[in-house]
């Protein structure tokens, strides 16, 4: 499914509690709005890290923020990533990656024609993206999608607190699932 409120084009957030069992071959999706050619995919890759993308331009124009930390295996981790598509750095204003709500090293990047906004594409997914791929072996919980920054004071009280309508709400969450 489609969120009607995902239209956002620059600052977003995703989230979510995850017990990852093993690392990928390629890279395993938490939560996703990617069509192969477009959206944002929140994923680890085969050495544990945390990747928050936007893409745009057919898929090869993207901007990245990811930490140098592997997610550890076989524990719960709560792990967020925020990612501002208009700037090149990682901050914990601007693009940041937490575990446990943790600020942990994290760089930006990009590819492509530099890009400072993505183009929404493909269905919502949590699990996998483009239509059923890099699926997440592990388990995921209390995932989540948001349509602007959140601080990081308030990623923790998403960690401690939950899903919680008023949290949901002042935080701009989007898409919300418990799992």
Request: aromatic share 12%.
């Amino acid at each position: 499914t489609v969120a009607a409120d995902m239209t956002f084009t620059d600052d977003f957030v995703a989230g979510a509690w995850v017990k990852a069992t093993a690392y990928p071959a390629s890279a395993a999706t938490i939560i996703s709005r990617y069509n192969g050619t477009a959206g944002w995919s929140f994923q680890i890759n085969p050495s544990g890290q945390v990747f928050l993308y936007g893409f745009t331009n057919g898929g090869v124009s993207y901007s990245e923020v990811h930490s140098y930390q592997s997610l550890p295996l076989n524990k719960w981790v709560y792990i967020s990533a925020q990612l501002d598509m208009s700037t090149f750095t990682a901050t914990t204003t601007t693009s940041y990656v937490m575990f446990d709500g943790v600020d942990v090293p994290a760089v930006v990047t990009r590819a492509g024609t530099n890009p400072t906004a993505l183009v929404q594409g493909g269905n919502l997914e949590v699990g996998s993206s483009n239509s059923g791929t890099g699926f997440w072996t592990g388990k995921i919980a209390q995932a989540f999608v948001s349509s602007a920054k959140i601080t990081q004071a308030n990623i923790k009280l998403l960690m401690s607190q939950g899903l919680t309508p008023a949290l949901i709400t002042s935080n701009n969450i989007i898409s919300a699932y418990s799992l």
